[in-house]
């Protein structure tokens, strides 16, 4: 386990690039750092191996304050995975992932079983990879070499620097998927960077937020989705991705903005051509001050037609509408004691404004099932 107590670090005795960190990661533990470019986490991740010296405060690696230990020997206890890799172009795949193996004193044929088994692990086989060079493989294919040299020594601890950051969606999503499962089984303690709110809520146990060098916001992710601690963390998040029940999510945030609409004063052939251009079967009706007035749909006019009139005369005076204000809930429960699926939603002083439709229902309620599910199998 790692712990944090006040930790800083000052760069050219003036630049505070991590101010009074605090921060406990339990045994076992995969915590994702994130947050924008330049707020700290590079810097926090390499004084846990002491590739940078703190200027304040101590960090504790399995009960030991490491500035007792001697750097080397407290590296090679610790995994540790950059971006770009950083294979040795010079040695084989099996020598590239017994490179710290070697330096503990491992005989020839411990390093070869040891390679082995972790070729293995990802599914890349050892007698098709062992012998090949760096060079030979495919990024992600290298950046999973990455992954299995920091495991080689079987270190408790695995620090990992935007280890997938230089992969394409698919071989990125791939690798976050493979870390999972080797996690499930390892159970290692690891320390993991990325800018990518996506990958961080697919992997991470705990989220660390961080900002200008502090820590925003601690929290597992769907707690994080459900309680970001302020407008920062929202904004990081991204709106989109928040968990909202039906009662917190208002109407303006999910309705169509711009419903197809026709003045109360046209004519029904003139709703009909709008209607066929617009691929719509019902239009919202108001008057010259974008009031709302009523809806008509195809089947009205196909039933007034023959009158002469205009679609104002088709409307029967009642209109049914929500308010900017209501919560998506109100909305459906509108919606379902009028029996439509659609409901116009208007100001304060009657206008339009949109029209909340059951495929904007249907997303807010995917998205919400989504990360609930997510949720539950963690
Ligand atoms: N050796 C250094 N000397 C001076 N300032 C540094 C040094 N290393 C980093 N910094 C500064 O400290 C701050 C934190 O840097 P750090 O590399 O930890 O950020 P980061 O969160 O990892 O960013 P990124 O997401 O871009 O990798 C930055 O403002 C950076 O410019
Ligand atoms: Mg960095």
């Known amino acids: 386990m790692v712990i944090f107590e006040h930790v800083s670090k000052v760069y050219n005795d003036r630049y505070e690039a991590v101010k009074d960190l605090s921060l406990e990661i339990a045994g076992g533990e995969l915590v994702t750092l994130i947050g924008p ?14 590739i940078i010296e703190p200027t304040g405060g101590t960090i504790h690696v399995n009960g030991k304050d490491i500035r007792e230990m001697d750097p080397v020997q407290l ?6 995975v950059i971006q770009q890799i950083g294979l040795f172009p010079n040695m084989t795949i099996a020598q590239n992932i017994t490179v710290v193996g070697k330096l503990l004193g491992w005989s020839k044929q411990k390093c070869l079983e040891r390679a082995e088994e972790l070729l293995r692990l990802v599914d890349m086989d050892p007698a098709v990879y062992l012998e090949r060079f760096p060079k030979e493989l495919s990024g992600g294919q290298q950046q999973r070499i990455g992954v299995l040299r920091a495991l080689a020594a079987e270190p408790d601890i695995i620090l990992m620097d935007e280890p997938f950051g230089a992969l394409d969606p698919i071989t990125r999503e791939q690798l976050q998927g493979e870390l999972k499962k080797l996690q499930e089984k390892l159970h290692k303690t690891i320390i993991f960077v990325t800018h990518d709110m996506d990958e961080a809520l697919k992997i991470a146990d705990r989220i660390v937020l961080m900002r200008d060098g502090e820590v ?6 769907d707690e994080m989705l459900r309680n970001p601690a302020d407008e920062f963390v929202i904004d990081f998040i991204g709106k989109n991705r928040l968990l909202r029940s039906p009662d917190e999510v208002k109407v303006e945030e999910v309705m169509i903005k711009n419903p197809v609409t026709i003045e109360s004063n046209r004519g029904l052939a003139e709703a009909l051509e709008r209607m066929r251009k617009r691929h719509v079967d019902s239009l919202m009706v108001v008057d010259q001050q974008e009031r709302l007035r009523g809806i008509v749909t195809i089947k009205d006019i196909q039933t007034g037609i023959h009158k002469k009139g205009s679609v104002g005369d088709l409307l029967d005076g009642a209109v049914v509408g929500v308010q900017v204000g209501q919560t998506v809930r109100e909305a459906v429960y509108t919606m379902a004691e009028h029996g439509i699926g659609y409901l116009p939603v208007i100001d304060e002083t009657g206008k339009l404004l949109g029209l909340m439709t059951r495929s904007s229902l249907v997303d807010i309620l995917t998205d919400v099932l989504w990360y609930s599910r997510d949720a539950a199998k963690q």
């Open 37 to 50: 470019s330049g707020c700290g986490k590079t810097t926090t991740l390499k004084m846990v191996n002491r």
């Open 75 to 80: 590296r090679r206890g610790i995994g540790y």
């Open 216 to 221: 925003v916001q601690v929290a597992p992710p």
